[in-house]
C-alpha cells in the first residue's frame, strides 16, 4: 500500500524557515517524481516544485512563486522527501502535501497534509 | 502557467441528480504527439487531502465508481456526475500537467 505521511510543521515567525519531511512506503521511491504542494485554507492547491525520479537525475523545477526560498531534496537510502522553507511570510500559511507523481502523469497518491502557519 | 477556470464555484444539488462541472484552460492541453489532453480531476471532502478522479481527462482511477465521468479536449473540459450520491459532497478541482502544474479554483458541491 502506497503511504506518504508529511512531519515538521507548526508554527513559525515571519522571517524564518522551516522544514518538512515526507516519509514514503509501499512503492519503489526512486522510481517517481516526488512533489510538494500546497493549500490555504479555503483556497485551491497550488503546486511548489518537484525533484525528478532516478531515470531523470533527480533535477529539481520549482514554482516561481518559492523559486529561491524553497529547496526540494530526497533521500533515496530512507524513502524521505523534504521541503526546506526559508524566509517565511504570512502568505506561506497553509497545509503543506507531498505527493507522488509518474513521469508525465497527475499527482495519483496525497499525503494527509501539515499545517504550517507563519505568524507572530 | 496555463489558467484554469472552473465553473460554477458552487452548485446545490440533490441526490439523485445529474451533475455537470466546467473546467476551462487558457491554452490546449492536447499534446499533438500522443493525442493525449493533460488534464485531472480530483475529489477533496473536508479536512482530507485530494483523491485523484480522472486523468488523462476521461480515464477513471481504480476504484473511482463509473457515475463519474471526464470528458473534454484541448481547452474545454467537463466532469460529469451522472447520479450524485450523499458521499460526493466535495469539492472538485481539475488540474492541467500539460506543463508545470496548475489547478483550477474548484467547484464545490452542497445539499440543495
Known amino acids: 500500500e502506497v503511504k506518504l505521511l508529511e512531519s515538521g510543521g507548526g508554527l513559525v515567525q515571519p522571517g524564518g524557515s522551516m522544514r518538512l519531511s515526507c516519509a514514503a512506503s509501499g512503492f519503489t521511491f526512486t522510481d517517481f517524481y516526488m512533489n510538494w504542494i500546497r493549500q490555504p485554507a479555503g483556497k485551491a492547491p497550488e503546486w511548489l516544485g518537484f525533484i525528478r525520479n532516478k531515470a531523470n537525475g533527480y533535477t529539481t523545477e520549482y514554482n516561481p512563486s518559492v523559486k529561491g526560498r524553497f529547496t526540494i531534496s530526497r533521500d533515496n537510502t530512507q524513502n524521505m522527501l523534504y521541503l526546506q522553507m526559508n524566509t517565511l511570510r504570512a502568505e506561506d500559511t497553509a497545509t503543506y502535501y507531498c505527493?507522488?507523481?509518474?513521469?508525465?502523469?497527475?499527482?495519483?497518491?496525497w499525503g494527509q497534509g501539515v499545517m504550517v502557519t507563519v505568524s507572530s | 502557467d496555463i489558467v484554469m477556470t472552473q465553473t460554477p464555484s458552487s452548485q446545490a444539488v440533490s441526490a439523485g441528480e445529474k451533475v455537470t462541472m466546467s473546467c476551462k484552460s487558457s491554452q490546449s492541453l492536447l499534446y499533438n504527439e500522443n493525442k493525449k489532453n493533460y488534464l485531472a480531476w480530483y475529489q477533496q471532502k473536508p479536512g482530507q487531502s485530494p483523491k485523484l478522479l480522472i486523468y488523462?481527462?476521461?480515464t477513471r482511477e481504480s476504484g473511482v465508481p463509473d457515475r463519474f465521468i471526464g470528458s473534454g479536449s484541448g481547452t474545454d473540459f467537463t466532469l460529469t456526475i451522472s447520479s450524485v450520491q450523499a458521499e460526493d459532497l466535495a469539492v472538485y478541482y481539475c488540474?492541467?500537467?500539460?506543463?508545470?502544474?496548475?489547478f483550477g479554483g474548484g467547484t464545490k458541491l452542497e445539499l440543495k
Open positions: 488540474q492541467q500537467y500539460y506543463n508545470f502544474p496548475t
Open positions: 505527493a507522488r507523481r509518474d513521469t508525465t502523469g497527475p499527482f495519483d497518491y
Open positions: 488523462w481527462a476521461s
